[in-house]
């Protein structure tokens, strides 16, 4: 790939915890972020509205997205169910008359829209959909147990609590400290920033864990340590199987458990969520028996998202999540990421496969 | 659906735990099934074959199953992954000429086949794809928790082990006995039976539960016990997902586990398997920990198919599974189904909602 500059849409949804995709970008791709879309904050810069991002603007028009010369639209938020708000379209036809490339992570794939890719075939502008599985994917048969590296699976206490972040956190300080590590996209935003994986989401549900192990076999050929990125949570009432194909179909020798400190319910954040979040220890023997079921796993860490608590909240926070586990526990992205870098060098060191 | 009388294909693969499509079409549509086309069991009946289905012939070419005069091609096998055997398009083609329909549960569908799209429109034969999802599907909300019916999921040590068999056996048993009960078939074969459901694997894994949740809505509107036939097993390396989407999109109430008492591995009857089956009570501790993550529910009873066991054998394992688990078990299909019967009906008496 090579490196086009974006502008973020995510008219109406731009937030610390609504636009998924918008924030990661803006997180791991700040210097490739002209703008990002949003008519109700326009004015307002990426550092106002999440706490970080700087001075990338937000613009309330294409029309005003498109004069900063960005080389591709890219579609900042998820929608629950992926599907592409109908409003949309008239905007990324505008962006596609201008030249620009469309990036979108959505279940409903741009190239199936024939008024963009006419659109798209005028003006020689890309249909990017990075959610769209590859062809042919195989049944999982658990051959992820058999490669070499450690394999890391953060998992998680609901959606949108951090899994891909603290991976991302975490790969870096691998590699700063000259591990072979690799990081394994399985989601649309992943993707995006790494430039490859599959959207494990968007698989047919009975070659989700096929897709998983050949991105653990593809991942870990150059690797001693392999870091996938997980997605859902187990007792997610939508999202669960996605999990559980992801967790038996990558094998990992190594679980971090990721959690939102001040999230109280799965799906908090969406209208209509009743699920409770129990203890965490619930989450690690859930997690450990049922990915024992096929690969012997274990929790090894606590990965905390604190972004909403002021320090002291944050810290203790921290604190009562190690207490409670007995586990190592940090916000990898707010502080040191020691501890879970630390257990996941002991990991490695004790792995006799 | 009219009541289309079949040829079933089941090539080279026709036998007791292989052609699972194709022995349950006999089992229970025997007087709608005219042969099956298998050449290397040409002369033997289906009785000679699996122990039931009396003198359905075994036949060894499309000619000499067409000229029984079929009205549909059924494919009576699902092969790892679903997808279509290169050497049996020419059959198909074959039956589409005499004016055939094809019916299919592959996950490969026949309507993506040009040549054999073509050959259908030519003689107005039909293609019909059972396992093509339908569109729209929302994500789960864990709406099916609300339903007033008492919902009787199948859960399995593995893939094939009864879970159809035994919502079916126990369907006409509630039904003799006056109870106004649905069976919600979530898989190919019992939508070739029953006349509707989704093939739950072949969703995109996002929607999977959401699927799972829509049946059991549809199921339960004019029924006071829903049987949701289950999938795969928790601990299957390659279809964990599916399973768990299911026992969380639909809510159930009551669990029955089945088993094939003689199985060790799970996917012992293809090559490859590893995972061992473990204890009854494992599987008793997964599947009501975490299904109950998101909706209360229990194992109530054990569904043992003892089919290649003699009568002694049956009954001895029948006898072990219900003391080491402490519930009631039988073979709903060789034996009286009482034991599961009336463990349902106090499941439904004990329900409060």
Redesign the interface.
């Known amino acids: 790939m090579t490196a086009p500059r974006f502008l973020v849409l995510a008219d109406r949804d731009f937030g610390p915890l609504t636009s998924k995709t918008a924030n990661s970008i803006i997180r791991y791709l700040p210097e490739r972020t002209v703008a990002v879309l949003d008519s109700q904050l326009v004015g307002k810069t990426a550092q106002d509205v999440l706490g970080y991002g700087g001075a990338i603007p937000v613009v309330g028009t294409m029309r005003d997205g498109l004069a900063l010369k960005p080389d591709a639209v890219l579609i900042g938020i998820a929608p629950?169910?992926?599907r592409l708000p109908e409003q949309w379209r008239t905007w990324l036809a505008e962006a596609l008359d201008a030249g620009c490339d469309i990036w979108s992570g959505l279940?409903s794939f741009l190239a199936d829209d024939p008024m963009l890719v006419e659109k798209a075939r005028a003006s020689g502008a890309r249909l990017l959909d990075l959610r769209k599985p590859p062809a042919d994917i195989?049944?999982?048969?658990?051959r992820a147990k058999e490669v070499d590296a450690l394999v890391v699976l953060t998992v998680g206490t609901d959606c949108n609590v951090g899994k891909m972040t603290a991976q991302l956190q975490l790969v870096k300080e691998l590699k700063a400290r000259g591990q072979r590590t690799t990081f394994v996209a399985t989601g649309q935003t992943g993707i995006m920033i790494e430039g490859w994986g599959i959207s494990?989401?968007?698989?047919?549900?009975?070659?989700?864990?096929?897709a998983a192990e050949q991105l653990v076999l593809q991942g870990s050929k150059d690797a001693d340590i392999v870091l996938v990125e997980g997605q859902g949570s187990?007792?997610?009432?939508?999202?669960?199987?996605?999990?559980?194909?992801?967790l038996?179909?990558s094998c990992p020798d190594a679980l971090i458990l990721c959690h939102q400190a001040s999230r109280v319910h799965v799906g908090d954040y969406r209208p209509?969520a009743?699920?409770k979040i129990?203890p965490l220890t619930?989450y690690i023997?859930?997690y450990e028996?049922?990915g024992s079921?096929?690969h012997p796993t274990k929790v090894i860490g606590i990965s905390l998202n604190t972004y909403d608590l002021d320090d002291a909240a944050a810290k203790a926070a921290i604190a009562k999540a190690a207490k409670e586990t007995g586990l190592p526990c940090t916000d990898p992205v707010r502080y040191d990421s020691a501890p879970l870098i630390d257990a996941i060098l002991a990991a490695r060191k004790g792995l006799t496969k």
């Open positions: 629950v169910g992926g279940h195989p049944v999982s048969s658990g494990v989401d968007a698989v047919v549900s009975d070659f989700t864990a096929g187990i007792n997610h009432p939508g999202y669960s199987g996605v999990t559980l194909s992801l038996h179909g209509g009743w699920v129990p619930d023997r859930w028996d049922i079921a096929v």
